[in-house]
């Protein structure tokens, strides 16, 4: 190889490049920093109602497991959400009650799901799902159902620069 080739040639791209992630290019491996604790992300979900898409991260932290959802509405809106123990059955109730507090249901669907990590074993199935708000639009509890089981998760809105996302790989 002469000087001119080393000059002019080409550089290869880097193969080892880690790519800049958002909210929305969440991967399994993923560190999530928020809240002062850094979370690896070990599952993420997939949701697909007709051509609306979001996602919902797990990340774990020790023992502790909490829920990152995603989606690009008019704009970015994210929520963290922790599993709760609430009985709920089908159908939807309008309402629900948690702790003395009152949430209205905000909207209700079935998704296909696709599923990563931890999540793989729910991989192409259909949860029903519901969201319910509080009367101020500052906790939301969540509603999933995964064939007889049924999952429910209360949550709260986080601004995107309360967390910091530091790709795996």
Do not use: C
């Amino acid at each position: 190889m002469g000087i001119f080739s080393k000059w002019f040639s080409k550089s290869k791209p880097n193969e080892n490049e880690v790519k800049a992630r958002t909210p929305l290019t969440i991967k399994v491996g993923d560190i999530v920093t928020y809240d002062l604790a850094d979370y690896e992300v070990v599952g993420k979900i997939t949701y697909k109602d007709g051509s609306y898409e979001w996602y919902a991260y797990q990340l774990l932290e020790g023992r502790n497991t909490i829920w990152l959802s995603a989606e690009m509405d008019d704009e970015l809106e994210l929520g963290v959400y922790k599993t709760i123990s609430l009985p709920v059955e089908e159908p939807f109730p309008s309402e629900l009650n948690y702790e003395g507090q009152t949430y209205h249901l905000e909207e209700e669907g079935k998704a296909k799901v696709t599923g990563e990590g931890r999540s793989k074993n729910i991989d192409g199935r259909v949860t029903h799902y519901a969201d319910y708000a509080d009367s101020e639009d500052e906790q939301f509890i969540s509603v999933e159902t995964w064939g007889t089981e049924t999952e429910v998760s209360l949550g709260e809105s986080v601004e995107e620069y309360e967390i910091k996302i530091l790709a795996g790989s």
